[in-house]
Protein backbone atom coordinates (compact mmCIF):
# COMPACT_ATOMS: atom_id res chain seq x y z
CA UNK A 1 0.00 0.00 0.00
CA UNK A 2 1.54 3.22 -1.15
CA UNK A 3 2.27 6.31 1.58
CA UNK A 4 1.31 9.44 0.88
CA UNK A 5 3.38 12.32 2.77
CA UNK A 6 2.32 15.75 2.78
CA UNK A 7 4.54 18.26 2.00
CA UNK A 8 5.20 20.92 4.28
CA UNK A 9 4.98 24.38 2.37
CA UNK A 10 8.76 26.30 3.33
CA UNK A 11 7.64 29.43 5.35
CA UNK A 12 10.70 31.46 6.02
CA UNK A 13 10.79 32.67 9.88
CA UNK A 14 10.60 36.66 9.86
CA UNK A 15 14.17 38.02 11.42
CA UNK A 16 13.53 40.32 14.57
CA UNK A 17 16.63 42.48 13.19
CA UNK A 18 15.34 42.92 9.99
CA UNK A 19 15.41 47.11 10.26
CA UNK A 20 12.97 49.99 11.32
CA UNK A 21 10.28 50.96 9.55
CA UNK A 22 10.12 54.01 7.63
CA UNK A 23 7.84 55.31 10.27
CA UNK A 24 10.44 54.61 12.79
CA UNK A 25 12.99 55.91 10.85
CA UNK A 26 11.25 58.93 10.77
CA UNK A 27 10.73 59.52 14.30
CA UNK A 28 14.10 58.51 14.95
CA UNK A 29 14.93 61.83 12.60
CA UNK A 30 12.32 64.18 14.54
CA UNK A 31 13.91 63.09 18.14
CA UNK A 32 17.35 63.94 16.59
CA UNK A 33 16.26 67.57 15.64
CA UNK A 34 14.96 68.07 18.76
CA UNK A 35 17.70 67.13 20.87
CA UNK A 36 20.27 69.05 18.63
CA UNK A 37 17.58 72.08 18.70
CA UNK A 38 18.25 72.24 22.48
CA UNK A 39 21.73 70.74 23.20
CA UNK A 40 23.17 73.25 20.15
CA UNK A 41 22.63 76.67 21.73
CA UNK A 42 23.88 75.43 25.10
CA UNK A 43 26.96 73.76 23.56
CA UNK A 44 27.97 76.84 21.32
CA UNK A 45 27.88 78.90 24.92
CA UNK A 46 30.25 76.58 26.31
CA UNK A 47 33.20 76.68 23.72
CA UNK A 48 31.96 80.69 23.64
CA UNK A 49 32.85 80.43 27.28
CA UNK A 50 35.64 78.31 27.70
CA UNK A 51 37.31 80.58 24.94
CA UNK A 52 36.83 83.44 26.98
CA UNK A 53 38.45 81.65 29.71
CA UNK A 54 41.31 80.28 28.01
CA UNK A 55 41.63 84.03 26.63
CA UNK A 56 41.47 85.75 29.58
CA UNK A 57 44.45 83.19 31.55
CA UNK A 58 46.39 84.28 28.44
CA UNK A 59 46.25 87.91 29.55
CA UNK A 60 46.83 87.16 32.76
CA UNK A 61 50.02 85.26 32.56
CA UNK A 62 50.87 87.66 30.33
CA UNK A 63 50.98 90.18 32.84
CA UNK A 64 52.11 88.16 35.57
CA UNK A 65 55.15 86.91 33.53
CA UNK A 66 55.82 90.93 32.69
CA UNK A 67 55.48 91.00 36.84
CA UNK A 68 58.05 88.54 37.28
CA UNK A 69 60.78 89.64 35.07
CA UNK A 70 60.36 93.19 36.63
CA UNK A 71 60.96 91.64 39.90
CA UNK A 72 64.20 89.14 39.11
CA UNK A 73 65.89 90.99 36.93
CA UNK A 74 64.97 94.34 38.95
CA UNK A 75 64.43 96.25 35.56
CA UNK A 76 60.77 98.29 34.77
CA UNK A 77 58.68 95.65 32.24
CA UNK A 78 55.44 96.05 30.75
CA UNK A 79 52.52 94.08 29.02
CA UNK A 80 51.60 95.33 26.17
CA UNK A 81 48.02 94.82 24.02
CA UNK A 82 45.90 95.37 21.12
CA UNK A 83 43.45 94.04 18.88
CA UNK A 84 45.66 93.81 15.04
CA UNK A 85 44.35 94.32 11.88
CA UNK A 86 42.37 91.12 11.52
CA UNK A 87 40.19 91.97 15.46
CA UNK A 88 42.28 89.55 17.30
CA UNK A 89 43.97 90.06 20.32
CA UNK A 90 47.83 89.98 20.02
CA UNK A 91 49.70 90.97 23.73
CA UNK A 92 53.82 91.55 24.38
CA UNK A 93 56.14 91.13 27.17
CA UNK A 94 59.16 93.70 27.31
CA UNK A 95 61.62 95.48 29.19
CA UNK A 96 60.50 99.32 29.75
CA UNK A 97 57.74 101.14 28.26
CA UNK A 98 58.33 101.06 24.69
CA UNK A 99 57.66 98.18 22.16
CA UNK A 100 60.06 99.12 19.54
CA UNK A 101 59.26 98.22 15.82
CA UNK A 102 61.62 94.74 15.91
CA UNK A 103 59.11 93.41 18.35
CA UNK A 104 57.50 90.07 17.43
CA UNK A 105 54.04 90.59 19.09
CA UNK A 106 51.91 86.95 19.80
CA UNK A 107 48.11 86.75 18.73
CA UNK A 108 45.83 84.17 20.76
CA UNK A 109 44.96 82.94 16.85
CA UNK A 110 48.29 81.25 17.21
CA UNK A 111 48.25 80.33 20.73
CA UNK A 112 44.96 79.33 21.41
CA UNK A 113 43.22 79.25 17.30
CA UNK A 114 41.24 82.71 18.17
CA UNK A 115 39.30 84.04 14.95
CA UNK A 116 38.28 87.25 13.98
CA UNK A 117 36.03 89.19 16.52
CA UNK A 118 35.48 85.98 18.37
CA UNK A 119 36.39 88.17 21.45
CA UNK A 120 37.54 91.59 21.79
CA UNK A 121 39.94 93.32 24.50
CA UNK A 122 38.33 95.80 26.63
CA UNK A 123 40.14 97.96 29.13
CA UNK A 124 39.70 101.30 31.63
CA UNK A 125 43.21 102.77 31.12
CA UNK A 126 43.56 106.21 29.25
CA UNK A 127 47.76 106.26 29.90
CA UNK A 128 50.18 104.43 31.29
CA UNK A 129 48.72 102.46 34.58
CA UNK A 130 46.13 105.38 34.27
CA UNK A 131 42.01 104.12 34.54
CA UNK A 132 39.42 106.63 34.03
CA UNK A 133 38.43 108.43 36.65
CA UNK A 134 34.90 106.77 36.88
CA UNK A 135 36.66 103.30 37.04
CA UNK A 136 34.22 102.13 33.97
CA UNK A 137 35.89 100.02 31.09
CA UNK A 138 36.32 101.85 28.10
CA UNK A 139 35.33 100.18 24.42
CA UNK A 140 37.86 101.49 21.49
CA UNK A 141 37.97 100.52 17.95
CA UNK A 142 39.95 98.66 17.51
CA UNK A 143 39.83 97.56 21.38
CA UNK A 144 42.53 98.82 22.75
CA UNK A 145 43.25 101.64 20.18
CA UNK A 146 42.32 104.86 19.59
CA UNK A 147 42.27 106.68 15.66
CA UNK A 148 45.17 108.01 16.18
CA UNK A 149 47.46 105.33 17.97
CA UNK A 150 50.24 102.71 16.24
CA UNK A 151 51.32 99.64 16.63
CA UNK A 152 54.53 100.91 18.27
CA UNK A 153 52.28 102.82 21.17
CA UNK A 154 49.95 100.68 22.19
CA UNK A 155 47.26 102.81 24.87
CA UNK A 156 46.54 99.38 27.14
CA UNK A 157 49.96 98.81 28.32
CA UNK A 158 51.04 98.08 31.95
CA UNK A 159 54.18 98.50 34.04
CA UNK A 160 55.72 97.19 36.65
CA UNK A 161 58.79 98.42 38.70
CA UNK A 162 61.55 96.43 40.10
CA UNK A 163 60.06 95.64 42.58
CA UNK A 164 56.84 94.18 40.84
CA UNK A 165 54.55 97.01 41.22
CA UNK A 166 53.02 99.34 39.47
CA UNK A 167 55.41 101.68 37.92
CA UNK A 168 54.32 105.66 37.87
CA UNK A 169 51.74 107.09 36.01
CA UNK A 170 52.39 109.10 33.19
CA UNK A 171 50.32 111.78 35.19
CA UNK A 172 51.47 111.18 38.91
CA UNK A 173 48.85 113.58 39.68
CA UNK A 174 45.98 110.77 39.01
CA UNK A 175 44.18 109.50 41.63
CA UNK A 176 45.09 105.27 42.26
CA UNK A 177 42.58 103.19 40.77
CA UNK A 178 41.47 99.50 39.75
CA UNK A 179 43.03 98.91 36.34
CA UNK A 180 40.90 96.76 34.88
CA UNK A 181 41.70 94.58 31.39
CA UNK A 182 38.35 92.38 30.20
CA UNK A 183 37.99 89.98 27.05
CA UNK A 184 34.53 89.76 25.85
CA UNK A 185 32.71 88.68 22.23
CA UNK A 186 30.92 92.01 20.80
CA UNK A 187 27.40 92.03 20.67
CA UNK A 188 27.39 91.69 16.93
CA UNK A 189 29.20 91.12 13.94
CA UNK A 190 28.90 94.89 13.07
CA UNK A 191 29.03 96.30 16.91
CA UNK A 192 32.23 96.90 18.99
CA UNK A 193 30.06 96.80 22.09
CA UNK A 194 31.29 94.19 24.47
CA UNK A 195 28.65 91.24 25.14
CA UNK A 196 27.19 90.08 28.31
CA UNK A 197 29.39 87.02 29.19
CA UNK A 198 33.04 89.05 30.26
CA UNK A 199 35.95 87.82 31.65
CA UNK A 200 38.12 90.28 33.46
CA UNK A 201 41.89 90.77 35.41
CA UNK A 202 41.66 93.61 37.85
CA UNK A 203 44.78 95.05 39.34
CA UNK A 204 44.51 96.48 42.84
CA UNK A 205 46.59 99.54 43.98
CA UNK A 206 49.99 100.09 43.70
CA UNK A 207 51.33 96.90 45.02
CA UNK A 208 49.80 95.17 41.87
CA UNK A 209 47.88 92.18 43.25
CA UNK A 210 45.94 90.47 40.62
CA UNK A 211 42.37 89.30 40.72
CA UNK A 212 39.85 87.62 38.60
CA UNK A 213 36.04 88.30 37.75
CA UNK A 214 33.73 87.72 35.88
CA UNK A 215 30.38 89.58 33.79
CA UNK A 216 28.50 92.11 35.89
CA UNK A 217 31.68 91.82 38.07
CA UNK A 218 34.02 93.49 35.92
CA UNK A 219 32.19 96.54 36.36
CA UNK A 220 33.01 96.60 40.45
Sequence with gaps: MATFYK??????????????????????V?????????????WLAFLNMQRLNKANGVIYFALKE???????KKLSYSASFRVNSSNIIEYVVYPGTTVSN????TSLANTLGLQSRQAFLYSNLTALNTATTDRLIVQTTPATFTSTSTPTTPTTTITFDYLGALA???????PDT???????PPTTATSNAAGSV?????????????RLAKDISCND
Excluded: H
Excluded at 66 to 72: C, D, K, L, N, V
Excluded at 102 to 105: D, L, P, Q, R
Excluded at 178 to 184: D, E, N, Q, R, S
Design 198 to 210: KRCIIIDGLIAGM
Design 178 to 184: FLKLMVA
Design 102 to 105: ATVW
Design 30 to 42: IIIGILSAVVAPS
Design 7 to 28: TKKYQPQKSEDSGFTLIEMLVV
Design 66 to 72: AQTEARS
Design 168 to 174: NKTNNTA
